[in-house]
């Protein structure tokens, strides 16, 4: 996807435009409904954030970030304008997942138990289970929009997992 932001700034192609909206304008809408929009609201950020991409695709740097990770930031920033606007009570709480609404699909039968757990976690280690299993990123997209070390990531996902097992009575 970088070499279609490259070449999106190179020669400003609409079509090129559209592989990259049709790509991460669902991911973008996703990932603000998670983060607590609503969906109209959503809608309207990825177009804000898509126009961002259009018009300052320029500066994108594909030595310093990956295309994921700039479109993202975008829209978290977007997010995070709106929130500090409309509602500045909620700011307190952004870095958290308070509330995981999509359903979990393990083998636990106790799927309310599992969220309440990892509701528990501290917040850094619940973003990371959030982030890997209920948003589908990688360890090194996670890294990056993050801004901590890869490494830091894998170890925290294992307290995080070392921490649920205990929790729910786990040997291993």
């Known amino acids: ?9 190179r020669y400003r192609s609409r079509s090129q435009f ?3 909206y049709d ?21 309207e950020l990825v177009q804000e954030a898509m126009l961002s991409v259009w018009r300052r695709c320029d500066s994108f740097d594909p030595e310093k970030a990956t295309a994921s990770t700039w479109i993202f930031t975008i829209a978290r920033n977007l997010w995070i304008d709106h929130l500090r606007k409309f509602k500045p009570d909620r700011l307190s709480s952004l870095d958290c997942y308070e509330d ?21 976690l501290p917040c850094q280690q619940a973003q990371l289970i959030h982030q890997v299993y209920f948003s589908g990123k990688t360890h090194r997209e996670i890294a990056d929009e993050m801004a901590i070390p890869l490494g830091s990531v ?15 009575g786990g040997n291993q």
């Not at 996807?1 to 700034?9: E, G, K, R, T, Y």
């Not at 790509?23 to 809608?43: H, Q, T, V, W």
């Not at 359903?103 to 990892?118: A, C, G, M, N, Y």
């Open 1 to 9: 996807m970088a070499s279609n932001l490259v070449d999106l700034a």
């Open 18 to 20: 559209l592989v990259i």
């Open 23 to 43: 790509f991460f304008a669902p991911r973008l809408k996703s990932y603000l409904i998670m983060r607590g929009a609503e969906s109209s609201l959503a809608e």
């Open 100 to 120: 995981i609404s999509e359903p979990v699909e393990t083998e636990f039968t106790d799927s309310h138990k599992l969220k309440q757990l990892i509701k528990n």
């Open 154 to 168: 894998k170890s925290g996902l294992r307290l995080a997992f070392e921490k649920l097992r205990k929790q729910l």
